[in-house]
């Protein structure tokens, strides 16, 4: 496992941060920032940080050939390189689902290879993709030293849960940086706002919704089924967009910008429209690897619903390796297609489309947090059938749900609605007042992190 969030915070980036600054020259603190980004992957597990390096050095090396390639080489190798990544992905991340799939369908008993996946390989692997394709297409040039595409591959703040950075984002920062005072702090109070969505919102109602989701048939209620599955609506997100807030304000703090993963998505008006808000990142990454090289909308409409079609089927694949996913997936894609052939569908919902598209969205993350298809048709059947709640049914409910998880979800209620970015603070009492506020979120997290149990970012498998 990777180091403990206090040790994380306490110690790891103290050090870190603190020689970083006290370095002279850019070499001196890339090579800093390299071998610490090492430690913080390698830290339990340093098989890890081998399979990291060996991606990151095939994929350098394939790029040097790419880039003196012919034209029709070029294409060859980008091929080759791309089913070498998604051959390494594969056998780390899909042999069991694989071997599980064949046995059941032919009836076979096959062994569970039980390979051990390594966290955030999906987040380095499709950097390392990333890295191959912008030399591919001319974006960037192939990097002759192997040492910056390992830096750019390994950035701890982004490492492990994204945001998926491409190259051509940090290539010149690598190299020419400046960080100020002004810049690193607003760095770190993004970073403790980040720390607070996760820790104080997204890890409070994670502890009811494993309850919910952990109950059986004769407990689970209709009131509890619908308190999951909004609740799990709001920890995914407070949990994923408060790492990459982490994630960004951390690179801030050492001279990097990374792209934002997130604007406002459960404010959307359709499927089409959170999609463009969700996730940012992982949707601009299969638009330009795999939407647009197989044709995108140049083709025809049946054309174009087929490579909407598998972006959907592998982005759910990307997320797991469980039908759940691939649902999941393939059911944002209906909505997308529906939404695609009557655009003016939402339209005429006026104020309601915001309701239907957030009930899309609750119902397809019911799917996606499930262990198996039958316990989302459990959560489903529960949700929309409308039965009587039982005396040990309510006692369920009751030992679930405490004040503590109500004020998480209604502060993740509020904190979902497009309230006004914040930002530079012009005004020094305002200035001054949310830089007290992160440290008092540093402090309160800082207790509740020792308090709590592990509960790890829900990307990390991923």
């Not at 799939?101 to 380095?124: C, E, K, W, Y």
């Not at 703090?253 to 406002?264: A, I, S």
């Not at 209604?410 to 006004?420: D, E, I, N, V, Y």
Request: net charge positive.
């Amino acid at each position: 496992m990777v180091f403990s969030s206090l040790t994380f915070l306490c110690v790891f980036l103290p050090v870190t941060a603190a020689l970083y600054f006290l370095l002279p020259g850019q070499k001196a603190k890339n090579i800093w920032l390299l071998l610490a980004s090492l430690v913080f992957y390698a830290w339990g597990e340093s098989y890890r940080v081998v399979l990291m390096i060996l991606c990151a050095l095939f994929n350098w090396g394939m790029g040097l050939v790419i880039d003196h390639a012919t034209h029709r080489g070029k294409k060859a190798l980008v091929v080759v390189a791309f089913l070498a990544d998604l051959a390494f992905l594969g056998v780390f991340k899909y042999a069991s689902f694989a071997v599980e799939t064949v046995n059941q369908v032919f009836s076979l008993s096959l062994p569970d290879p039980a390979i051990s996946l390594p966290i955030g390989i999906s987040f380095f692997t499709f950097q390392a993709m990333s890295y191959v394709a912008e030399v591919y297409r001319g974006q960037v040039k192939a990097a002759k030293n192997f040492f910056r595409v390992l830096l750019y591959i390994s950035l701890f703040p982004q490492l492990i849960a994204g945001p998926i950075v491409r190259y051509r984002d940090v290539e010149e920062a690598i190299d020419h940086r400046h960080t100020t005072v002004n810049g690193a702090a607003r760095g770190l109070r993004r970073f403790l706002f980040g720390l607070g969505r996760k820790c104080l919102i997204a890890n409070t109602l994670g502890v009811f919704v494993d309850a919910v989701f952990a109950m059986d048939a004769s407990k689970l209620s209709l009131p509890a089924a619908w308190l999951g599955a909004i609740f799990y609506t709001l920890q995914i997100y407070f949990d994923f967009s408060g790492y990459s807030d982490m994630a960004i304000g951390l690179g801030q703090l050492f001279g990097f910008r990374f792209p934002e993963n997130f604007d406002d998505p459960y404010a959307s008006g359709s499927i089409r429209e959170f999609w463009r808000k969700w996730h940012i990142s992982l949707t601009s990454w299969f638009r330009e690897n795999l939407y647009f090289p197989l044709g995108g909308n140049r083709k025809g409409k049946a054309r174009t619903h087929l490579n909407r079609f598998l972006v959907f089927l592998f982005t759910g694949l990307w997320h797991g390796a469980n039908w759940t996913f691939v649902v999941w997936g393939l059911y944002h894609w209906l909505f997308m297609t529906l939404e695609t052939i009557f655009p003016k569908m939402t339209k005429k919902m006026g104020p309601l489309r915001h309701v239907y598209t957030m009930l899309v969205v609750v119902i397809g993350f019911v799917i996606f947090r499930a262990d198996s298809l039958q316990q989302a048709g459990l959560m489903l059947g529960t949700m929309f059938g409308g039965a009587k709640m039982t005396a040990e049914q309510s006692i369920a409910l009751s030992d679930a749900l405490n004040p503590m998880v109500l004020a998480a979800g209604a502060a993740g209620c509020m904190l979902s609605l497009p309230l006004r970015k914040i930002g530079p603070a012009r005004k020094k009492p305002a200035r001054v007042f949310s830089y007290a506020f992160a440290l008092a979120l540093l402090v309160v997290c800082m207790f509740s992190l020792a308090g709590g149990a592990y509960n790890p970012f829900i990307y990390f498998r991923f």
